[in-house]
């Protein structure tokens, strides 16, 4: 939404923000119910000015209350409280001097002050572009309707609602009022309906579904645990034509969610998978993830996987939204069947159908085996333990990440742990043996060690790895190098899930293709990693010899005194 000079609303937000309502929230509250009053006086009077049915604007507000569903929230102003009686006629005269007949336009200058306001409050806007980009992809395609039945749900979603046509029939639930949903909703003409029931399942139909839950919220329901899963259930449920629904990127691959998401692939409602950029939701780091919905898919449509990265402006996502109504994601996605979503075992990650550069590299390999046929995998789990002393009997050294050093060596690792009496067998099966190779699947992802002879019998891997035990028709070296490499590196980046903390599953482990090299081969890897280890120790000697000599001079000599 472009913003101009003929928008008072920005002037008389600047009005207010030298005033001490407090936070940034007051004034949009205001603000929000001076346009609220401005479009209901216009569409009255024809006119934004006092009269003898409304001599002020507290008795406009009350008057207000009274007609407009969540009228609660006009109680809620206290402008005549904070502001001079100077100031409040010259915010009159601005709004006098506001173009009110068009609602969606004045949505539109009232959404862009917002935005630039910002707010204390948790949630906020969406930007306009997504706003748009939803609205764009639940656009019901019953040509049959003229008008269509919609929903929005939770204020985040009223984003959509400037893009879409014939708002008199959408209504929009929220939880909460506020006196920015009312506004936005009378200005439109869209029902407003406070429902503290927003995440159980609908009882009446829509045509088309737009949802935008508080993203990973725990919630109180007897079947979901956070607000994601229980919106997209809802909207399944409900819609008769087309939904989108704004989920966290965890959605596509957690545990808790999987019930879900096989109820969706098998019922083919599925329509399109969107990842989009992170640093769209400004009150979050999460990169938004929205599903499509479609309850008029052909039996064997294929599912659209989109990995979005080709600007995030309104253009942008109108070609977004061609290319997933018109089924052609060309080279912004992929298609993928029924069958390949069901071997993911639902497992929607957007990365695991738009393939990568790497795992297509890797995928292109001839004569490989998966690495579970050529080694055996421990995958390390968390030990039941208290701190330990090194010397005790049975205390055990637990690997991390940070021993790992920069030659894919590992260090005597710093934790000791004694290990509750139940879970010594757990233990012992964890237990380090040279050869050993430690990839980690949990933070870290990738980080790669070559167990070598100066692990002690009472090392044990941490809960962030897997261990990887070679059987003898394979070089340890060898296998090592390989996992170590630059491609299967990038591969394993492409196949790893999560945001704030990456994870592998196991079956990306255990499928890793793992080329099948004659000995020659492998014996002449083994060599290159020789040469490998020894330039790392003649640089070790470097550095030694570098500090040294940084010490040889004005050093702090604790027996001898200051050199």
Known sequence: MQHTDSNKLRDIALLLQAQPFGNRARVVKELSLLTAWAHWSYQRFKSVSFNEQQPDLPYAYQEMSKRYSAGHVFHQSCLYEVCPAPLINQIVDLLKMQDWSNGAQSVECLLSVVRELGSDEEGGLLPDALGQLMALLAQPTLESKKTSKGALYHGMSLAALPHLANTGSVVAYVQQANPLYVAVCALLDVTLELSGSMFDRAFTKSDFVISAPPL??????????HSQDAAVS???????????VLVPPGFLFQRSSSPIRESLVEANLLDAVISLPKGQLGFTAIAPVLLVLNKHRGESDPIQFYHWDQGTSQNDYQKLSAAVHG????????????????ENS????????????????????DNTVALEGVADIIRAQSLKSEEAQLGEPDAYLEVAVKDIDESGNLSTPDKCIKVDPKQQRRANSQRLKPGDILLAIKGSVGRIALVGESCGANWVAGQAFVIIRPKRTISAIYLYRYLSSELVQAYLSERSTGTAMKMLKASDVTDIPVPLLDATSQEAIERNYQAIQAEYAAIHEHYDTIRRLQSSHWTLNTEQGVA
């Open 346 to 365: 639902y497992d929607l990650t957007v990365n695991r159908y738009c393939i990568g550069d790497a795992t297509a590299a890797v995928g292109a390999m």
């Open 234 to 244: 809802r909207a399944a449920h409900e819609v008769v034509d087309r939904g989108v």
């Open 327 to 342: 089924r052609e994601p060309s080279s912004h996605g992929v298609l993928s069947s029924l069958e390949q979503i069901r």
């Open 216 to 225: 990973n919220q725990s919630i109180d329901h007897e079947v979901y645990r």
